[in-house]
């Protein structure tokens, strides 16, 4: 049974039979070669609830492709063959059709959008032809950006701002136009010390935002300012902080003040946390439940394909103690795999291979199903996590982000956690993936690549499965004498207040086995260039007794770190003083790390608008990471500094024109 979607296209000239002939050819040439496209289906039939169907050994399903190949590819060929013969209205507002000869045309090209089940809407592309006529037949067209369409039959185009990578010379991707959803916050201001003392907020080894600006990065379009969070892309990297001895005290803090780079008369605060990394003969074992999206919406490369390769190099790596069982939702939610000890791998790969997408996206249902799955064989010894792979496009069921979040909080409560792994771009729902691993004690990862799942879950799997502390909360009260403001750079989402801190029933973040925590703050001495003018009525600093004003002189701050381990409710506490001695006197002279962990701050400023910033470049952020790379194993730092390059570069999302 088919199910058919009304769809307004625009009224194409007739096409050339030559062009026509060449596009057909060139189509199903496309189709056929499985090495050069993976099939894709419309996503109208995707988001009903039928089950996925296959294109491949269908003549009907082929044919009908290749006409609508035809359609999209052959109209703009004709146009070229035919312009001589096509003048456009010099009177129309907006002509559908300017000159070809060199010169870039604006075409109506169907992008449906997808609202209740239907596809409604049109946009615009600007589309630049080939240099030469002879070779339009044979080579895709030319966006405005630089990114191909038409080489080979065009990529799904779902929602106006899908965009599939160009993994091969010649296939077809679309530009994203900004709809997938963040709920970032306003980048945080300065306060003053004496107005507010005290900062608090929540620890966060989320690595997402840096994963996404990577993808956005390498498709040569900036990532939207919502995207980016500054303490996710500093947070990405390792440091070298000295660990702590004792899983009983499980962080060590590691503080050091910088000159500030960027605005002169600043310093930066930085201050290092480092979790206690635990053996693996000491590790609990892991009783993983996979929620794995199944939905229309999955059904690209960069996402349930790129999902099963992503799991199953995690499931090579699990011990035979652990367990691992597997909910998949689409229309509706069920168990694919009941809980089966890592040792059955090959019966656990087999049921990842098993998944197809097609469906409606009850997400909701899904996440009650695996936990509903997690509490049946919960096991008190063990690390019990649901793991939600997903690209967040929940539309069926309960689809409320507050809902959804209560009903994450109450689980959390019985011991089980939640990890996210976020996939693909057009309609990646950030935001709800956000909100489900904060309140889930978990993390939230990006995954765009093979090599991003193997740093999460192979060579950070530890980290990431193996909790060892829960509630984690941060609070730096600055001295007055020293320091006359500041701003806490990122963790706009995870801010707290001061009461906050000392309130042991309030939730935190959650930190793994080896985890280091990174903050920075930007801060002004006092005596240098204030941003927030002087009270006129109250005093320029709090009267203190002499015996105090003496021990507290010298000290810049005082951070204070709260943690649960976690089988635990109450919390404790950690103390370290900021003085003399952790202030260096320039930048060059301060630790590779250190270094190294302001130029990826200042880098993510600069993609958030730069209001901070002074006159920060991209050149001087690279030039800073390049100075402090170090040690890098894996290569992260030398990454970094190709995104920086291609930062300085890339153009900005393109607008969706009505």
Sequence with gaps: MSVETPIDLPTPPIPHPAAREAAVTRAMAAFDANSRAAPVRARQAARQDVPSRRLTGRPGLRAALAASVALLVGVPIALQMRHDAI????????????????????LPLPIPRIGENRIVGETRAAIQPPAKAKQVAASPFRLSSGETFGGGFPAEVASPNQAASISREGDAALLPLGRDHFANAPVNGFQSVRDAPLSTFSADVDTASYAFVRASLNRDVLPPPDAVRTEELVNYFPYDYAPPTSAAEPFRTDVALVPNPWSQGHKILRIGIKGYEIRSPELPPAN??????????????AKLPLLRQSLALLVRQLRPVDRVAIVAYAGSAGTVLEPTPASEKGRILAALDRLSAGGSTAGGEG????YALAEAHFDPKAVNRVMLATDGDFNVGITDIGELKGFVERKRAKGI????????MGDYNDALMQALAQNGNG?????????????????EASSSLFPIAKDVKIQVEFNPAKVAEYRLIGYETRLLRREDFNNDRVDAGEVGSGHSVTALYDVVPVGGP?????????????????VQAAALSQEYAFVKLRYKLPGEDTSALLTTPVGPAAEFTSIEAAPADARFAVAVAGFGELLRGGRHTGGLTYDQVLQLALGARGDDPYGYRAEFANLVRAASTAAGLPAQQP
Aim: proline share 10%; glycine share 6%; hydrophobic share 40%.
């Design 87 to 106: 003048k456009p209205d010099a009177t129309a507002p907006s002509p559908d059709i300017a000159a070809w000869d060199g010169k870039p045309v604006t």
């Design 288 to 301: 993983l439940v996979f929620l794995i999206d199944t939905s229309g919406s999955m059904d690209e490369p």
């Design 367 to 370: 996440i009650r199903q695996a």
């Design 417 to 424: 956690f939640l990890s996210v792994l976020g996939f693909g």
């Design 443 to 459: 993390v939230a990862a990006y995954i765009d690549t093979l090599g991003e799942a193997r740093k999460v879950l192979v060579e």
């Design 530 to 546: 204030a941003t927030v003018d002087e009270s006129r009525y109250q005093p320029a600093r709090p009267a203190a007794s002499p």
